[in-house]
């Protein structure tokens, strides 16, 4: 007969946690204590113990990014799906905005007469926002692309990359890309991540905050 545990639903989450340290230790992993809260809350996302080997974090990254959420930035995403991910209390607790533009009717009307992505034309449109800002890319390698080159021509300047778009075709070579700009950066190496990746690392990073 098969056993389930006794879980009330509101233990579910720390219980999960429990049970990823758990493992984390029997496979010989030690986190730096810093990223160790990002690390895991993308693996309890994805269920995927690949992300304490494959998520790589420049130096300040984490600093630079709460520094920036404690005083009210802007998150952009490339999904709404990221968007959505995003905890709003959170948000709404720091005063921060997030807001995803592949929707867009001028993003899309851009897209076509360019010739480009909404990715692509969602990241231009980016260039116009005011003050600090965080991108979370967990779909589009396009828009990482668009990022680095908006970045080589001195247009924009974010806080912080989120780089983990999910797939196969120019996935890899955009992460390592990103890694090259001049800017600060939490990406998963490979293949993997989402846009529910782009989100959990977000919302770690607002928890560092907001559940102290």
Same mark, same amino acid.
């Given at each position: 007969?098969?056993?389930?545990?006794?879980?009330?639903?509101?233990?579910?989450?720390?219980?999960?946690?429990?049970?990823?340290?758990?493992?984390?230790?029997?496979?010989?992993?030690?986190?730096?204590?810093?990223?160790?809260?990002?690390?895991?809350? #993308? +693996?309890?996302? $994805?269920?995927?113990?690949?992300?304490?080997?494959?998520?790589?974090?420049?130096? /300040?990254? =984490? !600093?630079?990014?709460?520094?920036?959420?404690?005083?009210?930035?802007?998150?952009?995403?490339?999904?709404?799906?990221?968007?959505?991910?995003?905890?709003?209390?959170?948000?709404?607790?720091?005063?921060?905005?997030?807001?995803?533009?592949?929707?867009?009717?001028?993003?899309?009307?851009?897209?076509?007469?360019?010739?480009?992505?909404?990715?692509?034309?969602?990241?231009?449109?980016?260039?116009?926002?005011?003050?600090?800002?965080?991108? #979370? +890319?967990?779909? $589009?390698?396009?828009?990482?692309?668009?990022?680095?080159?908006?970045?080589?021509? /001195?247009? =924009? !300047?974010?806080?912080?990359?989120?780089?983990?778009?999910?797939?196969?075709?120019?996935?890899?070579?955009?992460?390592?890309?990103?890694?090259?700009?001049?800017?600060?950066?939490?990406?998963?190496?490979?293949?993997?991540?989402?846009?529910?990746?782009?989100?959990?690392?977000?919302?770690?990073?607002?928890?560092?905050?907001?559940?102290?």
């Amino acid at each position: 007969m098969t056993e389930f545990e006794n879980v009330l639903p509101e233990e579910i989450e720390k219980r999960s946690f429990e049970i990823i340290a758990k493992e984390l230790s029997q496979m010989g992993i030690v986190l730096n204590e810093e990223e160790k809260p990002i690390i895991m809350r #993308a +693996i309890h996302t $994805a269920a995927d113990f690949d992300y304490a080997k494959n998520m790589v974090f420049s130096d /300040g990254a =984490i !600093k630079k990014a709460i520094k920036a959420l404690e005083e009210g930035c802007t998150i952009v995403t490339d999904t709404q799906m990221a968007k959505a991910g995003i905890n709003k209390a959170a948000c709404k607790k720091l005063g921060v905005n997030v807001e995803c533009f592949i929707a867009d009717e001028d993003v899309k009307e851009a897209a076509i007469k360019n010739g480009t992505t909404r990715s692509n034309a969602s990241m231009e449109k980016a260039c116009n926002i005011e003050g600090n800002v965080i991108f #979370a +890319i967990g779909n $589009a390698p396009t828009a990482l692309i668009k990022l680095y080159d908006l970045i080589e021509e /001195g247009r =924009i !300047k974010p806080v912080l990359i989120i780089g983990v778009p999910v797939g196969f075709v120019n996935v890899v070579q955009s992460k390592e890309l990103i890694m090259k700009a001049d800017v600060p950066y939490i990406v998963a190496k490979g293949r993997k991540g989402g846009s529910n990746v782009a989100a959990a690392i977000v919302n770690a990073l607002l928890y560092k905050i907001t559940r102290k």
